[in-house]
C-alpha cells in the first residue's frame, strides 16, 4: 500500500530503522529484537544465510555498486545496474553507451548471483532504494548511500553459499553395489524432483515480491524455500514446522504457497494483504 511505496521510496536511515519500518508492514522476523547492534534482522546477511565480506571489502564492494547507480543517474533497474558493474556488453548497455563508464565491469570477478545479492542487501540496508515509477522501477542512490561512499557510516555484505555436493564414490564392484545404485537413482530422482519445486516457489516468490516492491528474501529466504521443497508440506500446521515461517509469514504467504507444493497454481488474489 502507500506505507509500503513510503517505505521503498524513502528506505530507512538505519539498520535499527529498518526493524520499525519493518515490524509496520508485519516483515520483522520474529527473533529481531534479539539480533546484535547494527543488523536489520531481514537480509541474507543478518539471517546468517551467507558469506560475509570482510569489513573493508564490503565497504569497497558496496562502494562500486552505489558509484554504477549514481554514474547512472538513478535512471535504470537493477538487472541493468548489474550488467554495467560485472561488464556485460548487453544492446542496452551498448546502447547507453554504460560501457564506456568507469563502473563498467568494476564487479567482473564476482558474478551476477553475488551483485544481485549484494544490490538487495544494499537497498534493505537502505544504501539504496527502489523508485517506481507507472510499470518500471529504478534503483536510486540514497543519503545514506552517498555516505558510504564518502568513508561514513558502515556496511554488511554476504557472498551467497556455494552448496556443497555430496562426494561420489568412484569404486566400483563394492558388495551390494546393485542396491547402492538403485538408492543412488532414488535419491537423484528425489533431488531432481525438489529442485523442480525450488525453481517453481522461487518463481512464486519473486511474483510476490515484485507485487509488494521489496527483495525476494523479505517474503522467504533460499533456506526456507529449499526446506519446503524437500518436506513438501501437505497443510498450513505442517508449514509452520519450516524454519523461517512464523505465524506472520504463514498467514500472509502460506495459501499461497502450498498450492504450488501441490503442483497446482497459485492464488494471488489476496497476495501481501
Not at 544465510?49 to 565497504?59: G, I, R
Not at 529442485?195 to 517453481?200: K, N, Q
Request: net charge positive.
Amino acid at each position: 500500500g502507500k506505507e509500503l511505496h513510503a517505505w521503498t521510496s524513502k528506505p530507512p536511515r538505519s539498520p535499527a530503522d529498518l526493524i520499525l519500518h519493518t515490524s509496520a508492514f508485519a516483515l520483522r522476523t520474529s527473533h529481531s529484537a534479539l539480533l546484535p547492534p547494527h543488523t536489520c534482522g531481514a537480509c541474507d546477511v543478518c539471517l546468517g544465510e551467507t558469506e560475509e565480506l570482510a569489513p573493508a571489502d564490503a565497504l569497497v564492494t558496496a562502494q562500486k555498486i552505489i558509484s554504477a547507480v549514481w554514474r547512472l543517474n538513478g535512471r535504470f533497474g537493477a538487472g541493468h545496474v548489474v550488467d554495467v558493474v560485472i561488464g556485460k556488453r548487453t544492446d542496452k548497455v551498448a546502447r547507453g553507451g554504460h560501457d564506456q563508464l568507469s563502473v563498467f565491469g568494476l564487479l567482473a570477478d564476482a558474478g551476477e548471483q553475488a551483485v544481485r545479492a549484494w544490490i538487495d542487501q544494499l537497498a534493505v540496508q537502505g544504501h539504496v532504494a527502489v523508485v517506481e515509477d507507472g510499470v518500471y522501477s529504478f534503483l536510486t542512490m540514497t543519503e545514506v548511500g552517498r555516505g558510504l561512499c564518502k568513508g561514513e557510516g558502515a556496511v554488511r555484505l554476504g557472498r551467497p553459499v556455494a552448496k556443497s555436493k555430496p562426494a561420489r564414490s568412484s569404486r566400483r564392484g563394492d558388495k551390494g553395489s546393485g542396491a547402492k545404485s538403485g538408492s543412488d537413482r532414488s535419491e537423484r530422482a528425489s533431488s531432481s524432483a525438489d529442485d523442480a519445486l525450488f525453481e517453481r516457489l522461487r518463481a512464486l516468490r519473486r511474483r510476490l515480491a515484485e507485487r509488494l516492491g521489496v527483495p525476494p528474501y523479505l517474503v522467504f529466504t533460499d533456506v526456507t524455500l529449499r526446506a519446503l521443497a524437500s518436506e513438501r508440506p501437505a497443510t498450513l500446521e505442517a508449514m509452520r514446522g519450516i524454519k523461517g515461517i512464523g505465524e506472520t509469514k504463514l498467514a500472509r504467504y502460506g495459501t499461497q504457497f502450498l498450492p504450488v507444493i501441490r503442483g497446482e497454481d497459485p492464488d494471488l488474489s489476496d497476495a501481501g494483504t
